[in-house]
């Protein structure tokens, strides 16, 4: 296997917490797992923290049994000690891996997350009603369900989209003929099939995990070739917040963890509702949520690999939905991002979601927001980032061209800056050379840097008139990207994959 | 070094836009290696046709520039490096193509008017027609109008470019022409225009002959004019 991986943008953190406020909220949190601590509805996560030495004890409610867990902060701190703090992710190309170091803010943006809703737009001309001679373009928008057609097509179009670097199915398949039983094998197989990029999910069923694992071993080309190159990962939200260790998810963790792949622990409280709204409430309690889960991989198996996701979200008070398009977003994630580097463990983290129901203005002013101040932390790994509308109901692939673009030019803004003393040689020689013309113009110097990458592009879909044609030329860059042909498995392995796979809808065979 | 090969350099130089050795190209490492200055004094040392230089060395290899310009591959500063190239080469070149019988396209007069210093518009018309064949004589900024008249006068230019920046300072362009007219010159120079608040408009409304809205522009226009 090459050493070769996507780039990203390795940035100079922004942080907000000083030395002491980042202890404070890593001492609340360890305070918070002890007392009063977490509330366990999976029996064999209760055994294994008591076996590891926290305090358990049965309780009931709702004539169910749960447990109740003190988890003492030796075990936290081993615990992180013990989580890796470099993390492979693999791809079906080599040079679309990702390398998730936690000791180098190197930012990679991707997509999410499972959006119940497609949004598809097409350009309609509307004559002035003045003057029917004056014409104008505009959107037209239509919401369908999602299916496994539009997760295969939102697959192609993300392995075009430059600047993302990976992929987490960004619309939830709805087709007739989709159960609980093949969910999971035909959401990894249509994405599988037209990302080159690497893949990540839920686990919608536990028992399924092991068909999904064989297709991700015959894509990658094998058991080991799998674990060395892990093509898909999978996400855990193993809270239900506040502190409560879900059953089902538990078991999952178990599972994932026992077969070796890469696991996000994430956690998405809603500040106002159930976490605290306050900065270091909500940041305590959500850290307190991770750590747990961390915890609970490295006691089922030390050095497993886990990465730190955080999902802080705030409510809206007026009416308890999730506000994602606002400062205190950025508060809560980028003190998180500040956590986990601090426990040196690659951070998953999130950007590029607001309440704007299409593109537009707001999409752009609530993406900015919170793609440019998360881009900045230095997280490893933020999702979201792509074409979601209306919170994460809606996915819009018209969006997801449109934070491309938006994206490309805040990793660019993100670069660290080329300062050093060869570049101060390069710029005395210049400065003498352009005052020795007579014309004294720069512009002939700026090619190198024009050529090397390191002068970025105008907006691409900028106009130049006085109608804004934004929409408009997104959409003809989209059909441009869609008309390439979809980086399909070739067909001796997909025929081994339907093969050995159960479930995946017919239609979905299609190889290179 | 063969005449093909020389000329092929000359004109490879041209395309990475390197005027002298010490300049960077497109490409990397290049930096130290003969560029157009260098390489057009060998070819003519060796006795080369200057109008051969000319025509496969500099005024090719500039056409695919301006292609790939068209195209986007290439932007304003591959352009600029290359029509730089061309005009240092002409600077070697030109007296020996004088005593060929070859005479440049003409001497272009530029300046920006009276009472505006800005001049970054100006210079990258002026590189741009120096490689485009004109032999431009750039007289500078916060040019008062006599001595623009008086360098037209001197030169016997066909043509002169004014630039402006400022709405204040581009009145100033219909004061030269004004004094072209009384001093009995105005027909025998075409005036060409420019810069950010001037328009088609405005050049009609001073009587000058063209507006230029950017040196591409001003290639085309003295074509046009000519």
């Known amino acids: 296997m090459s050493e070769s991986f996507r ?38 996560a209760a055994d294994l923290f008591k076996q590891h030495g926290a305090e358990v004890w049965e309780e009931t409610a709702h004539e169910a049994a749960f447990w109740r867990i003190r988890i003492p902060a030796s075990m936290v701190e081993e615990a992180i000690v ?35 809703i497609w949004l598809e737009t097409e350009m309609e001309e509307f004559a002035s009603t003045r003057d029917k001679e004056r014409r104008i373009k505009a959107p037209r928008h239509t919401e369908v369900r999602g299916t496994t057609a539009h997760l295969a097509r939102a697959a192609k179009l993300c392995d075009r989209l430059e600047h993302l670097d990976f992929f987490i199915r960004p619309v939830n398949i709805q087709d007739v003929g989709i159960n609980v039983d093949n969910h999971d094998a035909n ?5 599988l099939n037209n990302i080159t990029k690497h893949v990540q999910a839920g686990l919608t069923d536990l028992d399924k995990l092991n068909d999904v694992i064989r297709m991700a071993e015959i894509v990658a080309g094998g058991r080991d070739a799998l674990r060395e190159n892990p093509v898909i990962s999978f996400i855990a939200c193993l809270f239900k917040s506040p502190l409560q260790l879900v059953d089902d998810t538990a078991d999952k963790v178990f599972a994932i963890v026992e077969a070796g792949l890469p696991l996000v622990i994430s956690s998405s409280p809603q500040g106002g509702s159930s976490a605290p709204i306050q900065e ?74 607001g309440d704007a129901k299409v593109p537009g203005m707001q999409a752009l002013f609530e993406k900015m927001l919170t793609h440019t101040y998360m881009a900045m932390t230095g997280a490893q ?12 109901n809606t996915f819009s692939p018209l969006q997801a061209v449109l934070d491309n673009e938006q994206i490309g030019k805040i990793k660019h803004s993100a670069r660290q800056a080329k300062v050093d003393a060869s570049t101060i040689d390069d710029v005395l020689k210049m400065e003498k050379q352009v005052m020795g013309t007579s014309h004294r113009l720069f512009t002939r110097h700026a090619r190198k840097a024009l050529h090397a990458g390191d002068v970025s592009d105008p907006y691409r879909f900028e106009t130049k008139g006085l109608e804004d044609r934004i929409l408009e030329q997104a959409v003809s860059f989209m059909e441009t990207l869609e008309s390439d042909p979809a ?7 997909v025929e081994k994959i339907f093969t050995e796979v159960p479930g995946i809808l017919p239609q979905l065979k299609q190889s290179a | 070094m063969e005449e093909n090969v020389l000329l092929e350099k000359i004109a490879d130089n041209v395309i990475q836009g390197r005027v002298e050795a010490g300049d960077e190209g497109v490409e990397e490492g290049l930096e130290g290696q003969p560029a157009v200055t260098e390489l057009v004094t060998e070819a003519v040392e060796k006795g080369l046709d200057p109008k051969t230089i000319v025509l496969k060395g500099l005024t090719t290899p500039m056409e695919d520039v301006g292609k790939k310009f068209e195209k986007g591959d290439y932007l304003i500063p591959d352009m600029l490096a290359a029509a730089e190239c061309v005009g240092a080469a002409m600077d070697i070149l030109s007296p020996h193509l004088l005593k060929s019988g070859v005479e440049s396209k003409g001497k272009f007069i530029i300046a920006t008017v009276a009472g505006d210093v800005h001049d970054i518009g100006k210079n990258i018309v002026a590189i741009m027609l120096k490689g485009a064949g004109y032999e431009v004589i750039d007289i500078g900024n916060d040019v008062p109008t006599d001595r623009i008249v008086k360098a ?61 809205r950017d040196a591409f522009q001003a290639i085309d226009a003295l074509k046009n004019v000519a």
């Not at chain 1, 791809?91 to 930012?107: C, F, G, T």
């Not at chain 1, 980086?487 to 392995?493: A, N, S, W």
């Not at chain 2, 009145?171 to 075409?190: F, H, W």
């Not at chain 2, 810069?195 to 063209?210: C, L, N, R, V, Y």
């Open chain 1, 280 to 353: 270091a409430g909500m940041v305590a309690q959500i850290n307190a949520e991770i750590l747990a889960g961390v915890t609970m991989t490295q006691l089922i198996k030390k050095g497993a690999p886990v990465i730190y996701g955080s999902v802080a979200v705030r409510a809206r008070l007026d009416d308890l939905h999730d506000l994602y398009g606002c400062p205190e977003f950025n508060h809560y994630n980028v003190d998180s991002v500040q956590l986990a580097r601090k426990y040196r463990i690659p951070c998953y983290s999130s950007a590029g979601v």
């Open chain 1, 82 to 116: 013990s989580s890796p703090s470099r993390i492979v992710l693999g791809a079906r190309n080599p040079d679309n891996r990702l390398v998730l170091d936690a000791e180098l803010p190197r930012v990679y943006f991707g997509s999410g997350s499972e959006a119940n």
């Open chain 1, 187 to 191: 959401k990894f197989f249509a994405s």
């Open chain 1, 7 to 44: 780039q990203g943008v390795v940035v100079k953190p922004y942080e907000r917490l000083n030395t002491e406020q980042l202890e404070l909220l890593h001492g609340a949190s360890l305070r918070i797992l002890e007392d009063p601590g977490i509330w366990c509805y999976n029996k064999r």
């Open chain 2, 152 to 212: 037209v006068k001197d030169h016997q230019a066909p043509f002169l470019g004014l630039s402006a920046l400022l709405t204040t300072t581009m009145r100033t362009m219909g004061d030269v022409i004004k004094k072209l007219e009384e001093e009995g010159i105005r027909d025998k120079v075409k005036v060409l225009i420019g810069g950010a608040p001037t328009s088609g408009d405005f050049a009609s409304q001073i009587k000058a002959d063209a507006h230029c």
């Open chain 1, 381 to 392: 790994y933020i999702h979201y980032a792509f074409g979601l509308l209306d919170r994460t």
């Open chain 1, 487 to 493: 980086p399909h498995l070739d067909k001796d392995t």
